[in-house]
């Protein structure tokens, strides 16, 4: 079920704190971060696994590259996925070693290529393509870590713009070339790895997995036939779905971790897995805090204007994502309206939540959105010149700023009116 906050006389409490406080002292609108619940979600996933088989929980840092965060997980031992040569020197910088740290892009240039390449991470081959160019840039192919990602055919996520697996994606090679790509990569004296699939993010149901997990079985031990060596690890790619509604059912790790690590027990002779989730661990560790600045009866609908819109959180706007919203300062009161949560964009199509039941929403009042830690800042833009938020850790009645909110100088600094235009 979607997590829920203590309530201290109508107020929201969160990592110790009223949420009201923490908007006083931080403004809005904010990102809130409670690291004991980031703490929790790794623990949880981690002893999941690792109960039956050994396994590397491996972040997919893009959900949440704050480096706050991803120091909180390095210190709780986990890996990364990274999708971009900004992620891997994110990470490094966050003080993972490259040998914790895989890539996996799609559609990557040469010179990317040859950056990631140098940093020593292992590679996760996307495309044949990818795999020529990067035996040509590599000093030494047999030094440079590779994993092939499959295109499993099995896709599953909260919406077809995050489905990955699906025969016809464009990320992974063909089932049909897999075996080549393994000979070809081989052939040109890659140290090869592991075999890697991601079918998508925030699908709420363990049969995929299974499927999926079924192919990479089938796929890794014809590989093994077919090169004469066989692989260190199955990598199952990351995609675990989170409840974000009221009453939702949460998918149950313990039964997906034990049947998958089942099924590799018996029908293969790979000795490690890894998972690669982003949403589960940082999903519901952070709220967004935002400030109600109007309020509007249009007849047909009531509208709460906050001072967030799509270029805090995107995902309502962009995916039609469900965001659960509570008044922080009138926490858990009778409702007396239906309203429409909106934000400043310039667009009707931004909105946080359509048709919400709210305590006599009034300017001033602090609307707290759940489950905004993933894709939530990261994917935060400066659209209608807004620049971008804050981030605050909280731990056990504690808060520190862990990014400054940008100012209107940030908007500027990296433009250039050429000097025959200036005034
Ligand atoms: C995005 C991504 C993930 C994580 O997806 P979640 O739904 O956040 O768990 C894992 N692996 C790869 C390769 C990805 O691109």
């Not at 979600?41 to 690792?50: M, P, Q, T, V």
């Not at 109007?294 to 709460?304: C, I, S």
């Amino acid at each position: 079920m979607m997590r829920d906050f203590d309530n201290d006389g109508g107020r929201m409490v969160f990592g110790g704190m009223h949420a009201c406080d923490i908007a006083d002292e931080f403004g809005t609108p904010v990102y809130v971060t409670d690291e004991s619940i980031l703490r929790e979600n790794y623990r949880r996933i981690w002893e999941a696994f690792n109960r039956h088989m050994e396994t590397d929980i491996h972040y997919a840092c893009k959900a949440n590259t704050n480096l706050a965060v991803l120091r909180i997980l390095e210190q709780e031992g986990s890996g990364i996925d990274a999708v971009s040569i900004g992620e891997v020197l994110t990470c490094l910088r966050a003080g993972y070693s490259p040998d914790r740290i895989i890539f996996t892009g799609v559609n990557v240039g040469d010179q990317e290529l040859r950056e990631v390449a140098e940093t020593g991470v292992m590679i996760n081959i996307d495309s044949f393509s990818e795999m020529e160019r990067l035996a040509e840039l590599c000093p030494n192919a047999s030094e440079q870590k590779v994993s092939i990602r499959i295109t499993p055919g099995v896709g599953s996520g909260h919406g077809a713009k995050v489905i990955t697996g699906n025969k016809g994606s464009k990320f992974g090679i063909p089932m049909n070339e897999v075996l080549n790509a393994y000979i070809r990569a081989n052939d040109l004296g890659f140290d090869i790895r592991g075999i890697h699939a991601h079918i998508g993010s925030g699908g709420q149901t363990v049969e995929p997995f299974i499927d999926l997990m079924q192919i990479l079985i089938d796929t890794s031990n014809a590989v093994s036939d077919a090169i004469g060596v066989g692989l260190e690890f199955i990598d199952m790619g990351g995609g675990i779905g989170v409840p974000y509604k009221p009453n939702e059912e949460e998918m149950d790790v313990e039964e997906l971790s034990m049947t998958l690590t089942d099924m590799i027990a018996e029908e293969s002779e790979v000795s490690r897995l890894i998972v690669e989730p982003g949403r589960y661990i940082v999903c519901d560790s952070t709220i967004l805090l935002t400030r109600c600045v109007d309020v509007k009866d249009a007849g047909t609908k009531k509208y709460v204007g906050v001072d967030a819109g799509f270029n805090t959180l995107v995902r309502p706007a962009f995916y039609d994502s469900y965001h659960h919203v509570a008044i922080a300062n009138k926490f858990n009161r009778a409702c007396t309206g239906r309203y429409d949560i909106v934000g400043p964009v310039c667009e009707t199509g931004d909105y946080l939540a359509h048709d919400r039941v709210l305590p006599d929403p009034e300017e001033g009042d602090l609307i707290a959105v759940y489950d905004a830690g993933a894709y939530g800042f990261s994917m935060s833009s400066r659209y209608n010149s807004r620049p971008l938020c804050g981030e605050v850790l909280v731990n056990e009645g504690r808060a520190e700023l862990i990014r400054e909110a940008e100012n209107m100088e940030d908007l500027w600094r990296h433009q250039i009116v050429p000097g025959r235009l200036e005034r």
